[in-house]
T-cell receptor, first 111, second 113 residues
Framework: NAGVTQTPKFQVLKTGQSMTLQCAQDMNHNSMYWYRQDPGMGLRLIYYSASEGTTDKGEVPNGYNVSRLNKREFSLRLESAAPSQTSVYFC??????????FGNGTRLTVT | GDSVTQMEGPVTLSEEAFLTINCTYTATGYPSLFWYVQYPGEGLQLLLKATKADDKGSNKGFEATYRKETTSFHLEKGSVQVSDSAVYFCALKGQGGSEKLVFGKGTKLTVNP
């Protein structure tokens, strides 16, 4: 099983550029999440999707959009990247009453 | 809102030393509590969990007990190994159907031979 797969692993953007971070899980989980990890800040929830067709804001949604394309895939889009969005982004998924399964992260640098 | 406070790192220990990483929480009702571990270059992995007061979660020699009276979930290991070097995160999930997991800021542990 691949688990949670994130692409790309690394990305460098210039301010104002856009990009989409991809996430797919093969565990038939209903819920999927996007977190960002910053030094000294721990993990902060950006958006989550409790089931296919639904999305909700987390703690730090500004500057991001998400799409739950189907049960497997949950993408995160930056429409106009800013240096403050330099971070490591983690996608996660879980089944009901089960712990989170994380991908290996996307390291994004915005210059 | 719900929150988790864990001891600041970094923590540096010698192999076979005793480890404690403190974690306290603020939440209404009876949240579920978790410890996650992140090895270099990887995502987080569940280390252990407890879902009700006085439960003890354990895995790979690590233990943590859910203490409702002190709102704590401290992580302990009697004898650490070099391979335990990682970042450890305490987390909680609110009672009921909450979808959100709230994480502490993480504690980096380095174990020297």
């Amino acid at each position: 099983n691949a688990g949670v797969t994130q692409t790309p692993k690394f990305q460098v953007l210039k301010t104002g550029q856009s990009m989409t971070l991809q996430c797919a899980q093969d565990m038939n989980h209903n819920s999927m999440y996007w977190y960002r990890q910053d030094p000294g800040m721990g993990l902060r929830l950006i958006y989550y999707s409790a089931s296919e067709g639904t999305t909700d804001k987390g703690e730090v949604p500004n500057g991001y959009n998400v799409s739950r394309l189907n049960k497997r895939e949950f993408s995160l889009r930056l429409e106009s990247a800013a240096p403050s969005q330099t971070s490591v982004y983690f996608c996660a998924s879980r089944a009901v009453n089960s712990p989170l399964h994380f991908g290996n992260g996307t390291r994004l640098t915005v210059t | 809102g719900d929150s988790v406070t864990q001891m600041e790192g970094p923590v540096t220990l010698s192999e076979e030393a005793f480890l404690t990483i403190n974690c306290t929480y603020t939440a209404t009702g009876y949240p579920s509590l978790f410890w996650y571990v992140q090895y270099p270059g990887e995502g987080l992995q569940l280390l252990l969990k407890a879902t009700k007061a006085d439960d003890k979660g354990s895995n790979k020699g690590f233990e943590a007990t859910y203490r409702k009276e002190t709102t704590s979930f401290h992580l302990e290991k009697g004898s650490v190994q070099v391979s335990d070097s990682a970042v450890y995160f305490c987390a909680l999930k609110g009672q009921g159907g909450s979808e959100k997991l709230v994480f502490g800021k993480g504690t980096k542990l380095t174990v020297n031979p």
